[in-house]
T-cell receptor
Framework: SQQGEEDPQALSIQEGENATMNCSYKTSINNLQWYRQNSGRGLVHLILIRSNEREKHSGRLRVTLDTSKKSSSLLITASRAADTASYFCATYRSGGSYIPTFGRGTSLIVHP | DGGITQSPKYLFRKEGQNVTLSCEQNLNHDAMYWYRQDPGQGLRLIYYSQIVNDFQKGDIAEGYSVSREKKESFPLTVTSAQKNPTAFYLC???????????????FGPGTRLTVT
């Protein structure tokens, strides 16, 4: 069963604009991670945010977590054509589970 | 270079044939996973293994089998019992750090299987 669901399913923006994608989940989590997948490739880990954190930054990435709303957002600032990819959130349920549950992903297209 | 390799990148088989997908890692990770990805879909867990000689079914294990005889290797066999085997298959591994509960997954490049 899919715990995390990303929104929107697809996002198309111009280079230089910011891209925001959201992830909602259903049960209590230990941490939430965002991954990126280029077309036809494996996933690459981007950033992890723990359940007791509210915001985290890594380069042009900003992730927020609202456990009361069971949601997270990934912001990519000053997007580049090379950011074109699918982005997935993965949640790890609290209780020590090391099995992630992935959402369906947001497909981001950045036009040069 | 440390990482996960999957081979082959593309695989074509006739219906009714079993096929084995390779996954090897040199990251010294205990846990390994197999996922299936269909177009426009997320990842669905097929099997996972926490340790050598042990593995567990994921959400969609029917029609698949695995083995974990070595820490580095976790091959997946797609059997003829799998009704719709054409998909993109991803292997991943992670360390198990029980104290921190942080399990970043490292993915291989994937194998695209087409069964006709």
């Amino acid at each position: 069963s899919q715990q995390g669901e990303e929104d929107p399913q697809a996002l198309s923006i111009q280079e230089g604009e910011n891209a925001t994608m959201n992830c909602s989940y259903k049960t209590s989590i230990n941490n939430l991670q965002w991954y990126r997948q280029n077309s036809g490739r494996g996933l690459v880990h981007l950033i992890l945010i723990r359940s007791n954190e509210r915001e985290k930054h890594s380069g042009r990435l900003r992730v927020t977590l609202d456990t009361s709303k069971k949601s997270s957002s990934l912001l990519i600032t000053a997007s580049r054509a090379a950011d074109t990819a699918s982005y997935f959130c993965a949640t790890y349920r609290s209780g020590g589970s090391y099995i992630p549950t992935f959402g369906r992903g947001t497909s981001l297209i950045v036009h040069p | 270079d440390g990482g996960i390799t999957q081979s082959p990148k593309y695989l074509f088989r006739k219906e009714g044939q079993n096929v084995t997908l390779s996954c090897e890692q040199n990251l010294n990770h205990d846990a390994m996973y197999w996922y299936r990805q269909d177009p426009g879909q997320g990842l669905r867990l097929i099997y996972y293994s926490q340790i050598v000689n042990d593995f567990q079914k994921g959400d969609i294990a029917e029609g698949y089998s695995v083995s974990r005889e070595k820490k580095e290797s976790f091959p997946l066999t797609v059997t003829s019992a799998q009704k719709n085997p054409t998909a993109f298959y991803l292997c991943a591994s992670s360390t198990r750090t029980g104290l921190s509960n942080l399990y970043e997954q490292y993915f291989g490049p994937g194998t695209r299987l087409t069964v006709t």
